[in-house]
């Protein structure tokens, strides 16, 4: 299945919704050949391969987490090409900084049969309008996994 931008539903997800069988679509898997280290001062691509996958206690705690967005006012968004989840990302209702003025994207991720194709830059885009909605000047990403270039 691809995605491109008529083909796919985005949407906010209630909290119900919200459980394991919405993922039983979505692979998460990704084979990460390169990271960015840092050596000498400078950041450095440097081979350092692993496969990055979720258990189901990692689809557990998503779960709980995007539940506890949803519940606090925040909001997740749902991809959906064919009726199946796809991607997701989400965005918490609570401002961030010193003056409020950041909105923190929690989530993006997109499955590992559509990537590269712009769905991550479409799921993007609703949580980012929430956020300038309530005020945000930026939005704060905290990505912990390294880069990863495509094969």
Not at 27 to 33: A, T
Request: aromatic share 10%; with cysteine.
């Amino acid at each position: 299945m691809k995605f491109n931008e008529n083909s796919a539903e985005i949407r906010p997800l209630r909290e119900g919704e919200i459980g394991r069988p919405l993922f039983a679509h979505f692979c998460r898997r990704q084979e990460v050949p390169l990271c960015l280290r840092k050596i000498g001062g400078a950041w450095r691509e440097t081979p350092a391969p692993f496969i990055d996958d979720w258990d189901e206690n990692d689809y557990k705690f998503l779960i709980k987490c995007l539940q506890s967005t949803v519940r606090t006012g925040g909001v997740v968004f749902g991809a959906f090409l064919g009726g199946e989840l796809k991607g997701f990302a989400s965005i918490e209702a609570a401002p961030l900084g010193s003056r409020g003025q950041y909105r923190d994207l929690t989530s993006i991720h997109v499955s590992a049969d559509v990537r590269h194709a712009g769905l991550g830059g479409a799921l993007l885009a609703p949580p980012k309008a929430r956020g300038n909605a309530q005020g945000a000047a930026k939005h704060y990403i905290y990505y912990p996994t390294p880069l990863v270039r495509p094969a």
